[in-house]
């Protein structure tokens, strides 16, 4: 299998954030899907598409939305999730121990798609085979 | 001698002095009032015994001398008339005589007058014998033998009159001498009198004298110590007490100071909580396109082929953005402070952990460090990072005024501080060009800087880290010749009001 065939769903209430995420995974030769909020999320992931790998960028000033994440995390135990989010903010959630990968919300996007590779070649070894996972210090 | 005593008296306590005195008083008091009686039960003595004995004795001679001359004259009047009744009578003076005389015996304890009256009692039974002859010669008219015996009898009677008189002479010796008796004793008492009552009028005058100056006095000062203040002339128990007083009040006025900082501590953490609400929602606001904008120009960076002036702007806009993310890391700092993880640690050990951390910072800005340091402090309850950072937000505040290098010491040191108990603390001292008046009173407070690029929250959480620790963070002194800030925290065993 070819990264035109791995799925990923980008949730992020930004819109420019999330079209910007979207441009650069599907330069990168991945299926990207979107998700504004919680509902679309669901969504996506109750169609009958396949989704490989959630990237959730959702925060609230008061820190991580902890429903969403327990929600995904409990109902999609198998769907990687990797949060793209500010680790400053984040609290002493358990369920984020759970989640596949964290990576720092900054500026550059190498690090996140240096992660979603690490993250795919562990979970889905025989779908990108060929995709050997950058050293990452994320 | 006198003056030893004084100052021995002096030394007393106000509660010995006053029971020393009251004794005193009261023992002279006792005193004079035992004498008192004493010399009433001895008058009482005296006059009792002189009524019972010399005056009954005096009245009895007087009566034996008038019954005796009573009985020389109805024998004269015998030998005129030869009258019956005068015999008669004569018997009844006879009689009255004896018993006389028995009351003298009963009531004589003189060894003298029972002599007197022996010899009285033997005279008289002479002078009856000789009296009856002198009546039968009369009667049977033998007058010229009658009148030549009643002559001879005179003698006898003179004598027997002579007794009576030295008998009665003897008691009034003896009234005399119960008089000057009583004399002595009065004497005696006024004596005692006239040293008692002084002494027990300077005794109260004294006790009087010690009650206002030391106990009413004092109280008067203590009722209006909040408008005097602590008089000096207080001492010994009341003193204290005034001291107790002085303390009780102190702490009142400390407690209330404290209370006071308190609710100004509350009401500043309600204004700081909604500033720093309101500072999140909008960080946070700013914060998610802010890193749209960086993912967006990192992308741009890697496919635009900048001349080297477009490349200088590229960087600025960078730099800029760089610089707006950390003013907002420093609000959503300020606005959610994390929770504090204390640990016992020495601040030392986190003074050289601080200055480790900015070594290359330091030497950059050509700024030189010395710590002065005995031993190391003692153990406080502090969370390493937090303190670690408000103390680097001192240095670098320090590095940043003293703008082409210098110095900083810091001082470490431990005290006890009133209320807090025993404290360490840090002086930090730069030789920068110090911080204008103006700003003084300003420089804690959150969002106030004098820099261009200052987010003005250094301060502002290095003291609110102090302050949760149950310290502080003061500006000590500022001028032209450098600034001084003192850090101080509770000591271990006092760190009560850490905040976990």
Known sequence: MQRTEVRILIVERNRRMRDFLRREFSRRNFLVEDAGNGNELFLKLDSDITTHLVVLAVNTPEGLDRGLLQQLITNYPNVPVILHSYLEELSDDPFLQKVAGMVEKSGNLENLTRMVSIVLSRYYPDLIENDKPESSNV | MADKTFHSLHRLSLRAKLLSLLIVLVVATLTVAGMTLWYVYGTQKIFQHMEKSDITALLSAQGLQKELMAQQGLTTYYSLD???KWLVRLENNNKQFE???????ETNYLDQGRTILNNIESDYLHYIFSRKEVINLYRKN?????????????ARFQSIYDLCEQYKQLHQEQIRYAAVNYRNQAKILTALSLVSVPLSAFLAVWIGFILIKHILDPIRHLARLEEDGVPDILSGEVGALSERMQNLIDDVENAYEMLQHSRDQVAQSEKMATVGKLAAGMAHSIRNPL???KMRLFSLERSLNLDVVQKEDFEVISEEIR???TIIRNFLEFSRPPKLRPQSVSPSELVDSTLNLLSHRLESCGVVVTVCRNENLPVVNADTEQFKEAL?????NACEAMVDGGKISITEDSMTIAPYGKMATLTIVDNGP???ALFKDDIFKPFYST????TGLGLSISNRIMTEHGGWLHLKDSGPQGTSFIMALPLKDASTWLRS
């Open chain 2, 99 to 105: 018993k006389l005389l028995n009351k003298a015996r």
């Open chain 2, 82 to 84: 030869h009258d019956n």
């Open chain 2, 434 to 436: 110090g911080i204008p």
């Open chain 2, 323 to 325: 610089h707006l993310d």
């Open chain 2, 142 to 154: 033998l007058n010229k033998e009658g009148v030549e015996l009643h002559r001879k009898i005179r």
């Open chain 2, 451 to 454: 820099k261009e690029e200052g």
């Open chain 2, 392 to 396: 680097m937000n001192l240095i670098l």
């Open chain 2, 291 to 293: 890193t749209s904008v």
